[in-house]
């Protein structure tokens, strides 16, 4: 797996120490691979594979915030959260789940989570809604404040979602707003299809490199239709995105 790079300002606790993030899943494989991520940021990161390991490295490791899956073999995700807020830990949660269906989302915001991913998900996503959360509850300080990634008369809101050109809003998928958002964080940096594949799609994703091709050319006629391109092609290699000369 490529490492991940990022322009995003780096986030600590006030008081200058790695933020915690307690990672849970039964799935050994994905909490290595968010692990990885999140110690990419310069976090301090501890894994648990069920509910009772949550629950006892939650009191001892004291996270910042926590990265859940709803689906375990013991308690779930939904149990964990409960007992945790019962116990007034107010740790915000960002939950993993593979269920697609609005009421399973409903509920786990309900029980007091804060966001969700649905499985499969990009690592990109999962370490911005974390950075949006943890910013949000006052747990996180960081030199620059501006959640606004820039490249030229474009701006992407990793916390709103909103993007825009030249003040012009511009409507996005949730995939392309991803896409947009790896090139942005990469500006001036050729991307390979199989580093897009990796980041904006998901760690088994099969291969497929037409999927990529065919979210560029959306993103070419949402973005740089009439204008100066910024999205650019690089024979052989890949894609990048830079601001006109």
Same mark, same amino acid.
């Given at each position: 797996?490529?490492?991940?790079?990022?322009?995003?300002?780096?986030?600590?606790?006030?008081?200058?120490?790695?933020?915690?993030?307690?990672?849970?899943?039964?799935?050994?494989?994905?909490?290595?691979?968010?692990?990885?991520?999140?110690?990419?940021?310069?976090?301090?990161?501890?894994?648990?594979?069920?509910?009772?390991?949550?629950?006892?490295?939650?009191?001892?490791?004291?996270?910042?915030?926590?990265?859940?899956?709803?689906?375990?073999?013991?308690?779930?995700?939904?149990?964990?959260?409960?007992?945790?807020?019962? @116990? !007034?830990? /107010?740790?915000? +949660?960002?939950?993993?789940?593979?269920?697609?269906? #609005?009421?399973? %989302?409903?509920? $786990? &915001?309900? @029980? !007091?989570? /804060?966001?969700? +991913?649905?499985?499969?998900?990009?690592?990109?996503? #999962?370490?911005? %809604?974390?950075? $949006? &959360?943890?910013?949000?509850?006052?747990?996180?300080?960081?030199?620059?404040?501006?959640?606004?990634?820039?490249?030229?008369?474009?701006?992407?809101?990793?916390?709103?979602?909103?993007?825009?050109?030249?003040?012009?809003?511009?409507?996005?998928?949730?995939?392309?707003?991803?896409?947009?958002?790896?090139?942005?964080?990469?500006?001036?940096?050729?991307?390979?299809?199989?580093?897009?594949?990796?980041?904006?799609?998901?760690?088994?994703?099969?291969?497929?490199?037409?999927?990529?091709?065919?979210?560029?050319?959306?993103?070419?006629?949402?973005?740089?239709?009439?204008?100066?391109?910024?999205?650019?092609?690089?024979?052989?290699?890949?894609?990048?995105?830079?601001?006109?000369?």
């Amino acid at each position: 797996m490529d490492v991940m790079t990022t322009t995003a300002p780096a986030l600590t606790r006030a008081d200058g120490s790695p933020l915690r993030v307690l990672v849970v899943d039964d799935e050994q494989m994905l909490t290595d691979l968010l692990s990885m991520a999140l110690r990419m940021e310069g976090w301090d990161i501890k894994a648990a594979s069920s509910g009772q390991e949550a629950l006892s490295a939650a009191r001892e490791f004291q996270p910042d915030a926590l990265v859940l899956d709803i689906m375990m073999p013991d308690l779930d995700g939904m149990a964990v959260l409960q007992r945790l807020r019962q @116990a !007034g830990d /107010d740790v915000p +949660v960002l939950f993993l789940t593979a269920k697609d269906a #609005v009421s399973s %989302r409903v509920a $786990g &915001l309900t @029980a !007091g989570g /804060d966001d969700y +991913v649905t499985k499969p998900f990009s690592l990109e996503e #999962v370490v911005a %809604r974390l950075r $949006g &959360l943890m910013r949000r509850a006052g747990s996180a300080t960081s030199g620059v404040e501006d959640p606004i990634l820039r490249v030229g008369d474009l701006s992407l809101n990793e916390d709103s979602h909103e993007v825009e050109r030249d003040g012009e809003p511009i409507e996005l998928t949730a995939t392309e707003f991803e896409l947009l958002r790896y090139l942005m964080r990469n500006p001036r940096r050729v991307l390979s299809k199989a580093q897009i594949l990796d980041r904006v799609w998901n760690y088994d994703f099969n291969g497929r490199s037409s999927v990529v091709e065919l979210y560029i050319s959306y993103l070419r006629k949402k973005i740089d239709a009439g204008r100066e391109p910024l999205l650019h092609t690089v024979r052989g290699v890949g894609y990048m995105i830079k601001a006109p000369q």
